[in-house]
């Protein structure tokens, strides 16, 4: 069974900046996608990042372009979410999922396993 467990989250003041990670047990990010994805308080899921191992691409969300990174270690069992100039707006919980396979995607229904999340908030 695929397994993936998101950490990372806290207390973060506006300005700064954070790094999730999320950790993959029972397989490696080959040949695979990692998605992240946010849902903050009283709104939906949304997609913030992907990352394709087999395609080398990554794919963010027009809220993340420029401040969000997505990237694996060398280890390739976990993908870290990068976030920069967090904004009270970047409070949520952060989830990461994984797919087997090409390509990369920011919608939910393209990925077979998800971890629990981990709660950010940023404080103004």
């Known amino acids: 069974e695929v397994q993936l467990q998101a950490s990372g989250g806290g207390l973060v003041q506006a300005g700064g900046s954070l790094r999730l990670s999320c950790r993959l047990s029972?397989?490696?990010?080959?040949?695979?996608?990692i998605g992240w994805f946010r849902q903050a308080p009283g709104k939906e899921r949304e997609g913030v990042a992907c990352?394709?191992?087999?395609?080398?691409?990554?794919t963010y969300a027009d809220s993340a372009k420029g401040r969000f990174t997505v990237s694996s270690d060398n280890t390739k069992t976990t993908v870290n979410l990068e976030v920069n100039g967090v904004t009270p707006e970047d409070t949520a919980v952060y989830y990461c999922?994984?797919?087997?396979?090409?390509?990369?995607?920011?919608?939910?229904?393209?990925?077979?396993?998800w971890g629990q999340g981990t709660l950010v908030t940023v404080s103004s």
């Open positions: 029972r397989f490696t990010f080959v040949d695979s996608a």
């Open positions: 990352l394709s191992s087999r395609d080398g691409i990554t």
């Open positions: 999922a994984g797919k087997y396979g090409s390509g990369c995607s920011l919608a939910q229904g393209f990925y077979d396993s």
